[in-house]
């Protein structure tokens, strides 16, 4: 059974940082593409950042120059470095693969930006 499990989340003040990690499991991790979405109260899930299984990069505009992507075949795992963080970062946090004509989404995990 393929699964997606998210960590890193929790509350974080204004300007701070935080790292999620996704690991991946029952998947050839390597031929997907990899990455993360997030849905805030009241709003569509949005792209956060996505990588290819070639590693390029793709980002939302929100969290251009904020965040980071990177993936790590061998640990099957795909990390979001997201510094400088804001209120309106707050959201569920979901990591997300597709690849081979199949689409993955794990549970979420939450990202508080609060003082």
């Known amino acids: 059974q393929v699964q997606l499990v998210e960590s890193g989340g929790g509350l974080v003040q204004p300007g701070g940082s935080l790292r999620l990690s996704c690991v991946a499991s029952a998947i050839t991790f390597s031929f997907y593409g990899v990455g993360w979405y997030r849905q805030a109260p009241g709003k569509q899930r949005e792209l956060v950042a996505v990588i290819t299984k070639g590693g390029t990069t793709n980002f939302g505009d929100d969290v251009k120059g904020r965040f980071t992507i990177s993936r790590d075949n061998a640990k099957k795992t795909v990390y979001l470095q997201m510094d400088s963080l804001k209120p309106e970062d707050t959201a569920v946090y979901y990591c997300?693969?597709?690849?081979?004509?199949?689409?993955?989404w794990g549970q979420g995990t939450q990202v508080t930006v609060s003082s």
């Open positions: 997300h693969a597709s690849g081979l004509g199949y689409v993955y």
